[in-house]
């Protein structure tokens, strides 16, 4: 079965899915677009825990290109077509207007990512784009240089260009399967295996397992391998049931994949690393000398980061915390300091791709024009978002990225 020959096709309705469709139908092309799931933008609807960080409002593109390592010279034009100034402009014209956060974090005002899913389907509608559901791609049909047809479960869908925008492997229970991977490699483009990038931490201890859901705002961390100090980070960290999360965590996530692969991979977190220990020191002394009739037990919260006190008692085994607290010896309070210093953490591994916010991998961009996001080997092939090989960190810069290569594919094909 064959139906009727479209302009452009887009296969995935996510980010770029949605923003590809709907920039080549305002430019008066007929477009569908071919989604596996029930609805469009599955994924997009859980990002950020549901808030979306719709991009990062950095204005100069020098500044902001160089989150995306390698890849920034190869970005410069799709910057120049479709920035972060145009992602505001796109949604505020659509409703949506974006309030900017720590770090340059920009969210819709609603901190809402379904709102995110309902302005880029307002935009589809605007375009008259057709979309079929349940309607996963089998195969990617190619004669002399050109796509000539996706092959599905409801047939085979034919246009004069596709763009495909099925997103990488992270969060595969929304339908990031790698397809895409695979199409693109049976066509003969140079495909990097992902692995997952920016994800959380699996670690040993128990101590931070039991303060699941403390998030600690201003920590930092060291990374060792086999004892020796490699790096260290700075910013939030979020304990979890299996290990460590947040922002820090998750931004530093591939370098300490790396020393995994080299040896033994243990961290400390500072819990105050603006403060040097004989200032700890000196500041825990003033708040016992405070309470000095009351336990340890009573006061201890208010020595240490607010919620860990559950976690960290558990690595002072030879303090009595039923002690009052005039009885504290120098020794022990020195004790409480140092550990405050350099708590102590064994990572076990990365966690998988379920829960990875960003997994690498894809073609390499040698072999795509990014002017027009354009296959090298198929001249009516483009190719956007997570599908192409670039590492980025958190902070919106992975969905500014679908905003851009879906908008130059868009407006191109």
């Not at 994949?257 to 000196?282: N, Q, S």
């Amino acid at each position: 079965m064959q139906t009727r020959q479209y302009d452009v096709i887009v296969i995935g309705g996510g980010a770029s899915g949605m923003m590809a469709a709907g920039t080549a139908a305002m430019r008066g092309k007929r477009v569908l677009i071919l989604e596996k799931n029930k609805t469009l933008g599955r994924k997009l609807s859980i990002t950020g825990g549901g808030r979306c960080n719709i991009t990062n409002a950095e204005d100069d593109i020098h500044v902001l290109l160089k989150n995306y390592g390698p890849a920034a010279d190869f970005l410069y034009s799709p910057f120049s077509q479709f920035g972060v100034e145009d992602t505001f402009t796109f949604f505020e014209k659509r409703g949506l207007p974006l309030v900017v956060q720590a770090r340059k974090r920009a969210f819709p005002h609603t901190e809402k990512a379904t709102d995110v899913c309902k302005a880029l389907e307002r935009y589809l509608h605007e375009g008259n784009v057709d979309r079929k559901f349940d309607c996963g791609v089998k195969r990617v049909l190619h004669e002399g240089g050109r796509i000539t047809g996706v092959e599905t479960a409801r047939g085979i869908f034919v246009a004069g260009s596709y763009i495909v925008a099925t997103g990488g492997i992270s969060h595969g229970e929304t339908g990031s399967s790698g397809d895409g991977f695979i199409w693109l490699k049976s066509l003969g483009h140079k495909v990097v295996p992902p692995t997952p990038t920016i994800v959380p931490l699996a670690v040993e201890e128990y101590w931070v397992k039991v303060l699941a859901g403390v998030s600690l705002s201003f920590m930092k961390i060291t990374f060792f391998l086999d004892g020796k100090r490699v790096f260290k980070e700075v910013g939030k960290v979020l304990f979890t049931h299996f290990g460590l999360s947040g922002p820090l965590i998750l931004n530093a996530a591939r370098k300490v994949g790396d020393l995994l692969l080299a040896g033994k991979v243990t961290a400390e977190i500072d819990a105050y690393p603006d403060t040097d220990l004989r200032a700890l020191d000196t500041t825990i002394l003033k708040t016992l000398n405070a309470d000095k009739n009351k336990t340890l037990k009573t006061v201890f919260k208010d020595v240490i980061p607010r919620g860990t006190a559950r976690g960290i008692t558990m690595l002072l085994p030879d303090i009595d915390f039923e002690t009052r607290v005039h009885s504290i010896t120098k020794e022990e309070r020195m004790k409480i300091a140092r550990l405050l210093k350099a708590l102590p953490i064994t990572i076990t591994g990365l966690m998988g791709y379920d829960r990875a916010v960003i997994a690498d991998g894809g073609v390499v961009l040698t072999e795509i024009d990014t002017k027009t996001m354009r296959s090298k080997r198929f001249q009516n092939l483009y190719i956007t978002g997570d599908l192409l090989h670039i590492n980025r960190p958190t902070g919106g810069f992975s969905l500014q990225l679908c905003w851009t290569t879906g908008f130059v594919a868009g407006k191109n094909a």
